[in-house]
């Protein structure tokens, strides 16, 4: 349903590998901001943290990738504000999730 109506809806591109919801998860324990989630995406895509990034707009995003050892990127239009962002700890900040795939293209994907 987040790839088929939400996504489009907000313009949201197209770049994510896995999405995965609390929705998906049954038990409570394993939801943000323990890291499962992040660890169950990287270890069915085979990936490891370093090579991973996670999208997030909410201080247990951001609490669930650093306890995951990947790289939070906040967008601006959840819960966070840039002050508090970078008080987490937070360095790859956006405005709002539109500008996500040039913020990836530009930081994140090399151009080999």
Do not use: W
Not at 60 to 69: I, R, T, Y
Not at 88 to 99: E, S
């Amino acid at each position: 349903m987040i790839k088929e109506k939400v996504m489009p809806r907000f313009k949201i591109p197209n770049v994510f590998f896995e999405l995965l919801s609390s929705c998906d998860i049954s038990d409570p324990e394993k939801m943000k901001p323990h890291p499962y989630m992040a660890n169950l995406i990287m270890k069915k895509l085979k990936v490891l943290p370093e090579e991973t990034v996670f999208i997030g707009d909410a201080v247990g995003d951001v609490k669930m990738a650093l306890a995951a050892k990947v790289i939070p990127i906040i967008v601006l239009t959840g819960q966070l504000n840039k002050k508090k962002a970078l008080s987490l700890g937070v360095k790859n900040i956006i405005n709002n999730v539109t500008l996500l795939e040039d913020y990836l293209n530009k930081n994140f994907i090399s151009s080999k």
